[in-house]
């Protein structure tokens, strides 16, 4: 697959583009793509995913804070490659960008530079200032610039209409398998092993205390979770909490991401590892003392092996 953050010069034989944020790239995008590749092949084309930088919401509503992305660039544009996408257009996301109505924009950027053959749209995306670029007026102008233009319909699983919002809500519930189903791969999170205070490690539960890499990327629900880690090229089983570690060091304004790796003494600080997420499995919760919580981590090893036993690590 290519990237272009330029397109003054893109080449690509019978475009038929889609265009969207495709936020983690999941079953619901991957409809998308797979009429994209049928199309593609029937008029002797190429596949090209347009994609924005930075997020549209960074950029109109930028004091908003509160915006999580389920996917990285880096991890949307390996999902988009594994798709078989032939090309992905990173166009710069501005306000100035945000004012072309729709029709400037299919004209202007999708015929002019990229020589539209074939545009793909969602059942419910709209283009342009203000979303006048409906699916109704897309045709109307398709007629009279002369490409062509396919709408998808929504995508259902398990009777539900699978969205990225939908997805994000479940993981900010802690629903990861829930989440999972939805995006048709394993949620991961990258970041870097930072130093704690190394009490894990005189209770004979070690941890890796894990700084995000991305810090819109979102991070799940509170609570205990069975994982797998790639550290240095290797998968290994574990499990992970997510919260405030009310037992020893409550600080309501420090949330930490601290990961026991099973059956690992290698000391990988300022390393960068993989986490992926397969089960919630309790809330996080106080314990009357450091006894009772160690305790628990014995009970939650052994829960959490036996929800991974399935787990190929390879």
């Given at each position: 697959?290519?990237?272009?953050?330029?397109?003054?010069?893109?080449?690509?034989?019978?475009?038929?583009?889609?265009?969207?944020?495709?936020?983690?790239?999941?079953?619901?995008?991957?409809?998308?793509?797979?009429?994209?590749?049928?199309?593609?092949?029937?008029?002797?084309?190429?596949?090209?995913?347009?994609?924005?930088?930075?997020?549209?919401?960074?950029?109109?509503?930028?004091?908003?804070?509160?915006?999580?992305?389920?996917?990285?660039?880096?991890?949307?544009?390996?999902?988009?490659?594994?798709?078989?996408?032939?090309?992905?257009?990173?166009?710069?996301?501005?306000?100035?960008?945000?004012?072309?109505?729709?029709?400037?924009?299919?004209?202007?950027?999708?015929?002019?530079?990229?020589?539209?053959?074939?545009?793909?749209?969602?059942?419910?995306?709209?283009?342009?200032?203000?979303?006048?670029?409906?699916?109704?007026?897309?045709?109307?102008?398709?007629?009279?610039?002369?490409?062509?233009?396919e709408k998808i319909e929504t995508y259902l699983?398990?009777?539900?209409?699978?969205?990225?919002?939908?997805?994000?809500?479940?993981?900010?519930?802690?629903?990861?398998?829930?989440?999972?189903?939805?995006?048709?791969?394993?949620?991961?999170?990258?970041?870097?092993?930072?130093?704690?205070?190394?009490?894990?490690?005189?209770?004979?539960?070690?941890?890796?205390?894990?700084?995000?890499?991305?810090?819109?990327k979102l991070i799940p629900a509170e609570g205990?979770?069975?994982?797998?880690?790639?550290?240095?090229?290797?998968?290994?089983?574990g499990m992970l909490n997510i919260g405030f570690?009310?037992?020893?060091?409550?600080?309501?304004?420090?949330?930490?991401?601290?990961?026991?790796?099973?059956?690992?003494?290698?000391?990988?600080?300022?390393?960068?590892?993989?986490?992926?997420?397969?089960?919630?499995?309790?809330?996080?919760?106080?314990?009357?003392?450091?006894?009772?919580?160690?305790?628990?981590?014995?009970?939650?090893?052994?829960?959490?092996?036996?929800?991974?036993?399935?787990?190929?690590?390879?």
């Open positions: 697959m290519k990237i272009h953050y330029v397109i003054d010069s893109f080449e690509a034989r019978n475009p038929v583009i889609t265009i969207g944020t495709f936020d983690g790239v999941h079953l619901g995008h991957r409809k998308v793509i797979d009429r994209l590749k049928e199309i593609a092949s029937s008029a002797e084309g190429e596949t090209v995913v347009f994609t924005f930088y930075p997020h549209p919401r960074m950029v109109v509503s930028a004091s908003e804070s509160s915006l999580r992305l389920l996917s990285t660039f880096n991890e949307k544009a390996d999902q988009l490659e594994q798709a078989g996408i032939d090309h992905l257009v990173v166009f710069p996301f501005t306000i100035e960008f945000a004012e072309l109505t729709y029709d400037e924009f299919i004209k202007e950027i999708l015929i002019d530079k990229l020589h539209l053959h074939t545009l793909v749209v969602g059942h419910d995306h709209r283009l342009g200032k203000n979303r006048e670029g409906s699916f109704e007026n897309i045709l109307s102008l398709s007629k009279r610039l002369s490409f062509n233009v699983f398990d009777e539900v209409d699978v969205s990225s919002t939908k997805i994000r809500n479940a993981l900010q519930k802690g629903e990861v398998d829930v989440a999972n189903r939805y995006l048709g791969y394993t949620f991961s999170l990258h970041g870097t092993v930072t130093e704690g205070n190394k009490l894990g490690r005189s209770i004979g539960f070690p941890t890796a205390n894990i700084q995000a890499s991305d810090p819109y205990v979770y069975a994982v797998t880690i790639l550290v240095k090229g290797k998968l290994y089983k570690r009310p037992t020893l060091y409550f600080n309501a304004d420090n949330r930490t991401i601290e990961v026991h790796i099973f059956d690992f003494s290698e000391d990988i600080y300022s390393k960068e590892i993989s986490i992926f997420f397969y089960k919630r499995t309790r809330n996080e919760q106080k314990f009357a003392n450091i006894e009772a919580l160690k305790n628990q981590l014995s009970i939650d090893r052994e829960q959490i092996m036996r929800i991974l036993e399935e787990v190929e690590l390879s």
